[in-house]
């Protein structure tokens, strides 16, 4: 099994900053894709952002220009900075992992408990 362990949430004013990490631990072979998703209130769980493991990125469009997402390879990290933060982006930040176990095993899915992000004055 593959844990990923969120954290950096927290209650930031409007036009603040936060960083989220969320550190891989567990049985892992190899990690291809890592991301954050969020869901709000009421609202079903969306892609904020992902990379792989070479290194290439995804936004939504949402975030384009004030969030950016890096992963640490050798500490199983990514972490999303996360500036210019609105009132909207309140959520449950979760972090995703694609990994494998072994080496003839197929990747899986496997998700944080979540971090809580609250943007508010």
């Known amino acids: 099994q593959v844990q990923p362990v969120e954290s950096g949430g927290g209650l930031v004013q409007p036009g603040g900053s936060l960083r989220l990490s969320c550190a891989a631990s567990?049985?892992?072979?190899?990690?291809?894709?890592m991301g954050w998703y969020r869901q709000a209130p009421g609202k079903e769980r969306e892609l904020v952002a992902t990379?792989?493991?070479?290194?290439?990125?995804n936004y939504a469009d949402f975030v384009k220009g004030r969030f950016t997402i890096s992963r640490d390879n050798a500490k199983n990290t990514v972490y999303l900075q996360m500036n210019s933060l609105k009132p909207e982006d309140t959520a449950v930040y979760y972090c995703?992992?694609?990994?494998?176990?072994?080496?003839?095993?197929?990747?899986?899915?496997?998700w944080g408990t979540g971090t809580l992000v609250t943007v508010s004055s």
């Open positions: 567990g049985r892992i072979f190899i990690i291809n894709a």
């Open positions: 995703n992992v694609d990994a494998r176990t072994e080496w003839y095993s197929v990747g899986m899915n496997y």
């Open positions: 990379i792989t493991s070479g290194g290439s990125t």
